[in-house]
């Protein structure tokens, strides 16, 4: 990992790990989607049930993208790894798109099983704080000009956010809330029916190789583009 952490190491080994991760992702979401659809209606939910299918894996990768936002936040602040910043920065997008996804799909799957769109109890507040991290951490790298006064502040934002992490996980077991508790990982193991644990994993690996995919991809973008401005700004002292 720390060899990694060079930039023209890092653009060698993912560039043919880059293509794989993006068929392996195509791949997992066509057969989750196809699992998901052949999957049967819930006695008490119905159809609706299928929402999990989507819900689960983006709530589920909301967090993991925070954590890897959160870890490399501190590499970049702490060790100043070369890549540590881009990395964090990569993964701040799509993690608040999965984020979104989630309460999305989290408020339509509520709506007829709950009778209501929303509630404030403590596993939606924590999601849509989590969301906010996202938001602000992005917000405050756009709004200041220098860049390493940006990344600096930025990371100090997302490790505060870290905090958060263990609260959406537990809060259905702290408090009373609406939300079911856990039903994959859990002690004596998951409660659900393989016609549902199938499709439920595979969309989650689905899930887990797009982030990956969409991040490495990321990454290596923002390296390209420091390639750029530095041989702009060489080029332009040298003229």
Do not use: C
Not at 9 to 32: C, N, S
Not at 35 to 57: C, E, K, N, W
Not at 88 to 108: C, D, Q, V, Y
Not at 160 to 166: A, D, F, R, T
């Amino acid at each position: 990992m720390f060899g990694l952490a060079n930039p023209q190491k890092f653009m060698a080994f993912t560039r043919p790990l880059q293509p794989v991760l993006w068929l392996a992702a195509v791949g997992l979401l066509a057969a989750g989607t196809w699992l998901s659809f052949a999957a049967p209606a819930d006695y008490q939910q119905g159809d609706t049930v299928r929402i999990m299918f989507v819900h689960a894996p983006a709530a589920t990768m909301g967090l993991g993208a925070y954590a890897a936002l959160g870890v490399s936040s501190l590499f970049a602040l702490i060790w100043r790894h070369p890549l540590a910043d881009a990395a964090a920065r990569a993964a701040a997008l799509p993690g608040a798109a999965f984020t979104a996804l989630a309460l999305i799909t989290g408020s339509l799957w509520g709506q007829p099983m709950w009778g209501t769109w929303w509630v404030w109890d403590a596993r939606l507040t924590s999601v849509l704080v989590l969301f906010l991290f996202y938001l602000g951490y992005m917000a405050l790298r756009a709004s200041i000009d220098d860049e390493q006064k940006a990344a600096r502040a930025a990371a100090v934002l997302a490790l505060v956010g870290l905090i958060n992490l263990p609260i959406v996980k537990f809060s259905v077991d702290w408090w009373n809330t609406l939300h079911q508790p856990a039903s994959l990982l859990r002690a004596g193991g998951s409660s659900l029916d393989p016609a549902y644990l199938w499709p439920l994993l595979t969309m989650m690996a689905a899930y887990g190789m797009l982030f990956a995919a969409i991040w490495i991809t990321a990454i290596r973008t923002v390296v390209t583009r420091r390639r750029v401005m530095t041989l702009r700004a060489r080029a332009a002292m040298e003229a």
